[in-house]
């Protein structure tokens, strides 16, 4: 996409042939600085590799390693990212980023190593270092029901099924197409309920680019029993029959949006059976890594933008109000599209904020003001215009929304910018901007760092839940004692067993929960449903609303039985209701269940983790006293016979909301 | 460049060895890592770098090195 690339091309080449003979007699040291600066945004892949290779020689594994990864941000080609795939794996995985590890399963119905490769390279740029089990060619099915194939021996996090549509069983025309496409989705539902029954794998769907070379012409688009139709009716029957369950990756829209006529390069499939063309496997290998990544969720949270060129055309406080482009002519009604899909973004629960180099006057003026904007003040859960460094100004943010940096993709227009941000907050995503305005919707669009498992209720109210905690902090330094100010929240909270409706936010709960998670024990959903049959188990979560917002399901606990004591194996909170007493008031239902069951004490462990060194207090903080630590681990105890159940006078405990007047 | 060096830089990038030296006489079976895997991935990177295409049964015969500098040069890569 040569739109995406910004100048310099001439100069670059220079300076990269001067670093090459830099690097050949020996200088490694003096070539780096020189491919730096040939560097562009996005970078060339060639040169990332180039960096990646010359640090390895000065031995800096851990700067190669990433200037490896870069190539996964520069471009789909697959021949540096096959190189990439290569470096990252020579490295020992101690000088690799942290990572989440994940075990895949690669079941396909072509030829899938070097999808297999590139996936592990994709994952790793996302943070999860991934160990692939391929099949043998297309023997996915063979797999899949012999329940002592070498598939439940690996003991997969993921199943990923990588299959093309001509695997579908399908004649190129039925008479009973209903019947012909039932019985194609009941084979591939019976694979997923059997990965599920055997294994604790998630099942991740590739569904199926469905071909252009159509004997039917014009006339199979309305032949129900033409093969063409039935393979768009399995597409859509197998999203149906996926729900929560099964994951999918939209194979068919990835062909559709490269182009069909390159995702389908004929003489490779009938040379070596690769049903999917080798310029298009990185890009493949990255949404499948998105798709693994937001299961596991490591999805971002929040998208923070610029305002002058980002948001509107020129710079408001020279241009003014009249002079600002938007709404009228190309690029005005370019920055109506980009705000609108901006704003399609919120709906689906990215959280917005605004980090500007304006007044704070005059940054506004366009959102009270101006006719066209489509996003409004409200909209945004944090607002930050000054003449501070971004990268600092990036940092408060996500301190206010109470996320971390990894949770931030950042879009502005400026290449200084987002250079500033790649150097000084390394963690936060950055979106590469093309300079036509029209082409910004399609470069956010293809960040996949908002790819969510699910759509959860909560995923809705999200951004609501964030603006409603940037009023607190305010409130928080306005009210008087802390009792107060608590009392002055209206809290309340429904606490209740896991159930069916609330499994698959449970999960996601556990899935990406990192601050405050007493043990990071990631359960998956057969897990829990399992916690859920034990009778010596206690389980819940609790719900909790205030006068400003509903924040959903928040928090939860898992504890088991052992005589009279109560073990907790789990307890973890959403870090946006954390200094709000919710931890005492989920302890106040345990401790009750817990006497029911006839124990006489709680114990509880904390096993430091990277991130939970916030809640490393948590158990003292609730009144349990110390009991015991071993390598790091803490235990504590608190003896119910003693004290008494815990008790939380802030937040009011009830069956189901009851309505309120005067909410916010 | 020479195509002959262009060549070399590609097989050093796609055998991921930085020491690999190419002769006219060079085919598959004097490269251990060359093999069949290898070679899609080999076509496929001389495709994009030298901005050819080969034919479905090119792409499975071209093994050795001097048909394959004709073969570039034919198509005035060279």
Known sequence: ?664 | MEVHEQLEALFRDVFDDENLALSDETTARDIPKWDSLAHINLMFSIEQAFGVRFKGNELAEMKNIGELKQFLVSKGRG
């Open chain 1, 1 to 664: 996409m040569a739109e995406r690339f910004i100048a310099r091309v001439s100069d670059s080449a220079a300076l990269m042939t001067r670093a090459d003979e830099l690097r050949k007699s020996g200088k490694v040291g003096d070539a780096i600085p020189l491919y730096l600066e040939a560097l562009s945004d996005p970078p060339q892949a060639a040169l990332c590799l180039k960096l990646a290779r010359s640090y390895e020689e000065l031995g800096n594994i851990s700067e190669a390693c990433r200037w490896a990864l870069a190539v996964v941000d520069a471009e789909d080609d697959f021949t540096s990212w096959q190189a990439a795939a290569r470096l990252v794996q020579r490295f020992p995985l101690e000088a690799r980023p942290k990572q989440r590890i994940a075990k895949v399963a690669l079941l396909g119905s072509y030829t899938t190593t070097q999808l297999g490769q590139m996936l592990s390279l994709a994952a790793s740029r996302r943070g999860i270092r991934i160990e692939v089990q391929e099949s043998q060619y297309g023997q996915y099915e063979q797999d899949i029901i012999d329940p002592n194939s070498r598939l439940y021996a690996f003991d997969p996090d993921f199943v990923v099924l990588a299959v093309h549509e001509g695997d579908l069983r399908l004649p190129e025309y039925s008479s009973a197409p209903q019947e012909s496409i039932g019985v194609e989705v009941a084979r591939w539902t019976a694979l997923w309920r059997t990965v599920r029954e055997r294994s604790r794998a998630r099942v991740v769907q590739h569904n199926f680019a469905v071909p252009c070379d159509v004997p039917a012409g014009h006339l199979a688009a309305r032949l129900p029993g033409s093969r063409y139709m039935m393979a768009q009716a399995v597409n859509a029957r197998l999203g149906e029959e996926a729900g929560s369950a099964v994951s999918i990756v939209d194979c068919d829209r990835l062909s559709s949006f490269v182009g069909k006529a390159r995702w389908f390069d004929p003489r490779f499939w009938h040379l070596a059976k690769q049903a999917v063309a080798l310029e298009v496997v990185p890009m493949l290998a990255r949404h499948t890594a998105a798709v693994i990544g937001a299961d596991l969720g490591l999805s971002r949270k929040c998208l923070v933008l610029d305002l002058d060129n980002t948001l509107w055309g020129g710079v408001i406080a020279e241009d003014g109000l009249a002079g600002i482009k938007l709404g009228d002519g190309v690029d005005g009604e370019a920055f109506v599209a980009f705000q609108e899909y901006i704003l399609k973004l919120k709906q689906k629960g990215v959280i917005l904020a605004v980090c500007s180099k304006n007044n704070h006057g005059d940054a506004m003026l366009p959102f009270e003001k101006h006719p066209e904007m489509r996003l409004k003040r409200d909209d945004f859960a944090v607002f930050v215009a000054n003449w501070e460094p971004k990268p600092q100004n990036i940092r408060r943010i996500a301190q206010e929304l109470g996320i971390g940096m990894d949770a931030l993709v950042f879009v502005d227009d400026n290449p200084v910018e987002r250079e500033a941000m790649r150097q000084f907050a390394p963690e936060v995503e950055v979106v590469p901007i093309p300079e036509d305005p029209s082409y910004y919707l399609r470069a956010l669009s293809q960040c996949l760092s908002f790819e969510t498992s699910s759509y959860t209720q909560e995923d809705a109210a999200r951004a609501e839940q964030y603006r409603a905690r940037a009023k607190i902090r305010e409130l928080e330094s306005a009210a008087g004692s802390i009792e107060e100010f608590y009392q002055s929240l209206h809290m309340q909270a429904i606490v209740a067993p896991f159930d069916a409706v609330n499994l698959p936010r449970i999960a996601q709960l556990i899935g990406k929960t990192n601050q405050f998670n007493l043990t990071t024990k990631r359960h998956g959903i057969p897990q829990l449903e399992s916690f859920v049959k034990d009778p010596r188990c206690i389980h819940l979560y609790l719900r909790l609303r205030d006068r400003f917002a509903d924040h959903g399901l928040v928090a939860l606990i898992i504890a088991l039985q052992e005589g009279t004591v109560l073990d907790i194996d789990t307890w973890l909170m959403s870090c946006r209701v954390i200094g709000r007493t919710v931890e005492a008031t989920i302890m106040e239902q345990v401790c009750r269940r817990a006497q029911e069951l006839g124990c006489t004490s709680l114990r509880g462990t904390y096993i430091p983790s990277e991130k939970n060194a916030m809640a490393e207090e948590a158990y003292a903080k609730v009144g349990f006293d110390l009991a015991g630590r071993v390598d790091g681990q803490v235990t504590w105890t608190y003896d119910l016979l003693a004290k008494g159940p815990i008790v939380n006078r802030f937040v009011e405990t009830v069956d189901a909301w009851e309505v309120k007047d005067g909410g916010a």
